[in-house]
């Protein structure tokens, strides 16, 4: 079946550093979402990229789209405590539409 | 504040019982989606409801059922509980009813944590 993967699971970084997690699905997709989830909370919407090649930005955020809309990228640059969490990538099922959650990248800051 | 409401917090239960989760939408939001998440499998989709309807299935256990009341909370039903049942339950709506929230954000409770025991 349809699969959506992240890569790092894991990424431990020292406060400033940049972090960037990757995300890519069997099929081409028609929207990429992503998602925040501090720990004990819950997920919480970032962004959607509809259309190939996107670029977004939020603050020091930068979400990317790739040209065959089969992979996107989340890159944080000078990161802080504050961006601690796991960050999810999800997109539709190329079956019936419902929204696949990659297994997420856990993001650790040392300050 | 997503908007979303999840009760109860917390649960612990037995194995064998039965068990129900409630959720409330965002206010104008027909959608609600069911996840479950558990440490190692992620953000499962359980089932999406829209406007009352079942709109999408994903893969959720014959031993689990739901429902949308025409006030558009929903109900996670689960019984003859297992210790694999163990898991956070979260509740998520959208604005839109494309199937799955394809095309919609969504917008998570705090979810429910199930113990059973």
């Known amino acids: 079946g349809q699969q959506v993967m992240q890569i790092p699971q894991y990424q431990h970084v020292q406060e400033g550093e940049d972090f960037t997690t990757y995300c890519n699905s069997s099929?081409?997709?028609?929207?990429i979402q992503w998602y925040k989830q501090r720990p004990g909370g819950h997920p919480v919407f970032l962004i959607q990229l509809v259309k190939s090649g996107e670029v977004k930005k939020q603050k020091r955020l930068t979400f990317q789209f790739g040209e065959a809309k089969k992979n996107s990228s989340l890159h944080i640059t000078a990161t802080q405590t504050t961006d601690v969490g796991t960050y999810f990538c999800a997109g539709p099922n190329n079956q019936g539409g419902k929204l696949i959650f990659g297994q997420g990248t856990e993001l650790s800051v040392k300050p | 504040d997503s908007g979303v409401t999840q009760t109860p917090k917390h649960l612990i239960t037995a194995t064998g019982q039965r068990v129900t989760l409630r959720c409330s939408p965002r206010?104008?939001?027909?959608?609600v989606y069911w996840y479950q998440q558990s440490l190692d499998q992620g953000l499962q989709f359980l089932i999406q409801y829209y406007n009352g309807e079942e709109r999408a299935k994903g893969n959720i256990l014959e031993r689990f059922s739901a429902q949308q009341f025409p006030d558009l909370h929903s109900e996670l039903n689960l019984s003859s509980l297992e210790l694999g049942d163990s898991a956070l339950y979260f509740c998520?709506?959208?604005?839109?009813?494309?199937?799955?929230?394809?095309?919609?954000?969504?917008?998570f409770g705090n979810g429910t944590r199930l113990t059973v025991t």
């Open positions: 206010s104008g939001d027909l959608s």
């Open positions: 099929t081409t997709l028609s929207n």
């Open positions: 998520a709506s959208s604005v839109g009813g494309g199937t799955g929230g394809a095309n919609s954000p969504l917008h």
